[in-house]
Nanobody, 114 residues
Framework: QVRLVESGGGLVQAGGSLKLSCAAS????????MAWYRQAPGKQRELVAT???????NYADSVKGRFTISRDNAKNTMYLQMNSLKPEDTAVYYC????????WGQGTQVTVSS
């Protein structure tokens, strides 16, 4: 059974940084592109960043230049380094495939205060 566990969220002031982790189990992690998503209160879940098996990355315009997605296949773990955080980055962050076809994990809350 595939399991995705997100961690690393917290409360940070605007301009601060956080690094999120996504630990995957029950899947061939290194054979799959992966993605980070987020859902802010009252809004739909949105795609934040993707990384292919060859480590090609893509970002939503709203986070480009501030967030960096990466992966460690030996640890079955994906990361999201978030710098220059803004209050509008406040959301629950989730990981999944770019097709969003796996069961969602519990997510990790990121709160950015102004």
């Amino acid at each position: 059974q595939v399991r995705l566990v997100e961690s690393g969220g917290g409360l940070v002031q605007a301009g601060g940084s956080l690094k999120l982790s996504c630990a995957a189990s029950g899947m061939l992690f290194s054979f799959n592109a992966m993605a980070w998503y987020r859902q802010a209160p009252g809004k739909q879940r949105e795609l934040v960043a993707t990384i292919t098996i060859h480590r090609t990355t893509n970002y939503a315009d709203s986070v480009k230049g501030r967030f960096t997605i990466s992966r460690d296949n030996a640890k079955n773990t994906m990361y999201l380094q978030m710098n220059s955080l803004k209050p509008e980055d406040t959301a629950v962050y989730y990981c999944n495939l770019p097709t969003a076809s796996l069961n969602w994990g519990q997510g990790t809350q990121v709160t950015v205060s102004s």
